[in-house]
């Protein structure tokens, strides 16, 4: 173990002494304790996955906190009541990895799944699980389904990723809507990147590019050049821009049992962190909503069969676009 901690001092050696003695304490203790963590809770998650409850349609909002969520509850009626769950990542890569495992396979083959969210690929098809960086005494042993073993797996980031946008929310209803009226799988789940930044609800609204606060969204709250009470305005309007394509979604899809829920929540200083730093424990990040309704089709929507706007984007720059750079 000693050679092979002296290997890892070499690879981080550099980030170390950029990063001042201080942090470097604070970075190397907080690897550590994800080496601990993931060693764990690979084998035995901690939190509640989705399976272990009873829905057809599981709508998940990236980065969703619940304060918010209640904050605006009200101008929705098939928000009726929020509970908080504990969810089994702060992270999406560590959410995906503990949610989808060999344990609800059978599931998992009843299963289509509409994802803006890029980590599916590293996760699912790449084998890359967490943590994002290793220390040697980090034996994690994630059991995760791969991509094909879904009843049905569209990543709509491949191919519906407008610059400057990330995944519009519009995409994934639509395609949920698809895959709602022309599969026969038992169990349906939408993935929506929002309110997860960029924040991106005026910018669409106005047919513009995001500016620099609504591009960066948390990262500029930390750097303090973006005051936390425009802040929370911005976040608060990207989850308004999402629900309300969840109440155009729940129009126009059948599922007796809805669920809406995040797979994590957003730090805005607390504990000193911004963003959902994986392996976090903080309530924010890691208490997530849990909504129930239900959803008839309508037919009040037609999904759009137009080219997708797209641009030729790799998962590295999808990722790059949402913040993880």
Not at 227 to 242: G, I, K, P, S
């Amino acid at each position: 173990m000693g050679a092979s901690f002296r290997q890892w001092l070499r690879e981080h050696r550099e980030q170390f002494h950029d990063d001042g003695p201080k942090r470097c304490a604070m970075h190397g203790a907080y690897t550590a304790f994800l080496g601990g963590w993931y060693t764990l809770t690979s084998r035995r998650p901690i939190g509640r996955n989705v399976y272990e409850e009873e829905w057809d349609l599981l709508v998940v909002l990236d980065a969703c906190r619940v304060d918010v969520l209640e904050a605006v509850a009200d101008d929705y009626d098939f928000v009726d009541s929020i509970d908080r769950v504990l969810s089994v990542g702060s992270h999406s890569r560590e959410w995906l990895a503990g949610t989808f495992t060999d344990d609800w396979r059978n599931e998992i083959a009843r299963t289509a799944m509409v994802t803006g969210n890029g980590h599916t690929q590293a996760v699912f098809f790449d084998d890359e699980f967490p943590p994002k960086e290793t220390v040697p005494f980090c034996r994690p042993n994630w059991n995760v389904v791969d991509g094909d073993d879904f009843g049905h797996l569209e990543m709509v980031w491949q191919d519906d990723h407008p610059e400057g946008y990330g995944v519009p929310p519009r995409s994934i209803t639509d395609r949920t809507i698809e895959a709602g009226r022309e599969g026969s799988h038992d169990r349906l789940i939408a993935h929506y990147m929002q309110p997860h930044i960029p924040y991106i609800a005026e910018a669409m609204r106005e047919d513009r590019e995001p500016t620099e606060d609504e591009a960066r969204g948390w990262k500029r709250l930390e750097s303090g050049d973006l005051d936390a009470d425009t802040h929370w305005d911005l976040y608060e309007a990207n989850l308004r821009f999402v629900l309300d394509e969840v109440d155009l979604l729940l129009e126009n899809v059948d599922a007796e049992r809805v669920a809406i829920t995040a797979d994590h929540g957003n730090a805005f200083g607390e504990w000193g962190a911004y963003g959902h730093p994986e392996g976090f424990l903080h309530p924010d990040v890691r208490v997530v909503p849990w909504v129930e309704a239900s959803a008839s089709d309508t037919g009040s929507h037609t999904p759009d069969d137009r080219e997708r706007d797209t641009v030729d984007t790799s998962v590295e720059e999808h990722l790059e676009a949402l913040g993880y750079a």
